[in-house]
């Protein structure tokens, strides 16, 4: 059974840092694309930050400069770290593991307040 698991989300003012992590099970997650979205009510989930088994990583615009996303693979998980947290940063944060495409999984979220 696949299992894709958020944690470290909670409240946080303006400014402030975030480190959520995310552990895999079931899966050979050193051949997965990890990936970070976000949703908010009424919008699309978006890409926030993903990371090839590579290492390769690529950023949303909004978040450029300000997260970094990084993996462990012998610990099985994936994290990012969020500095310089803004209201808009607010959303529910998944993991998404992919693999050739054929191989899609998803968290079940994690949600992050930015407020003061």
């Known amino acids: 059974q696949v299992r894709l698991v958020e944690s470290g989300g909670g409240l946080v003012q303006p400014g402030g840092s975030l480190r959520l992590s995310c552990v895999a099970s079931?899966?050979?997650?050193?051949?997965?694309?990890m990936s970070w979205y976000r949703q908010t009510p009424g919008k699309q989930r978006e890409l926030v930050a993903s990371?090839?088994?590579?290492?390769?990583?690529n950023y949303g615009d909004s978040v450029k400069g300000r997260f970094t996303i990084s993996r462990d693979n012998a610990k099985k998980t994936v994290y990012l770290q969020m500095n310089s947290l803004k209201p808009e940063d607010t959303a529910v944060y998944y993991c998404?593991?992919?693999?050739?495409?054929?191989?899609?999984?998803w968290g079940r979220g994690t949600q992050v307040t930015v407020s003061s």
């Open positions: 079931g899966i050979m997650f050193s051949n997965y694309r």
């Open positions: 998404k593991g992919d693999y050739a495409v054929v191989a899609v999984y």
């Open positions: 990371i090839t088994s590579g290492g390769d990583t």
